[in-house]
C-alpha cells in the first residue's frame, strides 16, 4: 500500500509540471503520508481502509500549491547590480540571477515569479505583497525584511535566513523551507501550509493566528516562542521541539491531542 502513496502523490502533483521546490515537497508530503497510514494501521485498521483514510486526510492539492504553473526560464546569468532596484527586478522575473544585493529597498508588489535567485540579499527591504511564487531562492537573506502579505508558492527558499522579519498574513504554500531559521520573528495570520519545515528554528518568536497545515515539521523548534491561536492541523508534531514555549489553552490542547513533547510548555490565559 505505501507504493500506491508514491503512486497517489505523483499522480497529485502532474498536472503542474516541475518546480523548484518539486522533490523536496512531494518528498516531505510522501513521507507525512507513510507516517499517518503506519499510526492509522497501527490502531488496527485494515491495509486498504489506512490507505483510504490516509489519502482521505490530504485534502485538495490545488490548494496547496495555487498558482504554480511557471518554471524558471534559463536565460544568461546577470549578476550586474549598477542598475536601480527597480531596473533590477525586471532582470529577476523568470530567468536565472544569482547573488543579487537588494538589502534595504522598496519592493513592495514586485513580481519574483518563477525567479532563479539563489542567495540573494532582501535583508531589510520592504517586500509587502511580493509574489515569490514558483522561486528558486534557497540560502536567501530576509533578515529585517518586511514580508506584510508576501507569497511564496511553491518556492524553494530551504536554509534561508528570516529572523527579526515580520511575517504578517504572509503565505508559504507547498515550500521547501528545512533548515530555514524564522528565529524572533513576528508572525501574524501566516499560513504555512503542505511546506517541508524539517528543522526550521521558530525560537523566541511571536506567532498568532498562524496556520501550520499538512506541513512537515519534523524536528522544527519553537523553543521559548509564544503560541496564540496556532493551528498544526495534519501535521506531525511528536518530534517538534516546544521546550519553554508559551500558548494558549486552545494551541496546547491540540498539540496534546497530536502527541506533541509539551513537558517545558506554559498555558497562558
Known sequence: ???DLTTFITKAFEPYGDFPARTDVTRELLSNLEEKYDDIL???????????????????????????????????KDKSMTNSAKDVIQKFK???????????????????????????????????????????????????????????????????????????????KGCALKGSDFQNTTINGA???????????????????AVFTKSGVDRATFKNAMLQNVSFHYSQVKKTNFDGAKMDKITYAL???????????????
Open 94 to 172: 523568470g530567468v536565472m540571477i544569482e547573488a543579487a544585493d537588494l538589502s534595504g529597498t522598496n519592493l513592495s508588489n514586485e513580481n519574483f515569479k518563477g525567479s532563479a535567485a539563489q542567495g540573494s540579499n532582501f535583508a531589510g527591504a520592504n517586500l509587502s505583497g511580493t509574489n515569490f511564487t514558483g522561486s528558486a531562492i534557497e540560502s536567501g537573506n530576509f533578515i529585517g525584511a518586511d514580508l506584510t502579505g508576501a507569497i511564496f508558492s511553491g518556492s524553494d527558499i530551504h536554509a534561508s535566513q528570516f529572523s527579526d522579519a515580520v511575517l504578517n498574513e504572509t503565505q508559504f
Open 1 to 3: 500500500m505505501k507504493k
Open 42 to 76: 497501527a490502531q488496527g485498521m485494515t491495509e486498504k481502509e489506512a490507505y483510504q483514510q490516509t489519502i482521505d486526510s490530504f485534502g485538495d492539492v490545488s490548494e496547496i500549491m495555487d498558482q504554480v504553473d511557471i518554471k524558471p526560464t534559463k536565460q544568461t
Open 191 to 209: 499560513i504555512f501550509k503542505g511546506s517541508d519545515l524539517t528543522e526550521v528554528s521558530f525560537d523566541n518568536s511571536i506567532i498568532t493566528d
Open 255 to 269: 498539540l496534546k491531542g497530536a502527541k506533541a513533547n509539551l513537558v517545558n510548555v506554559t498555558v497562558t490565559q
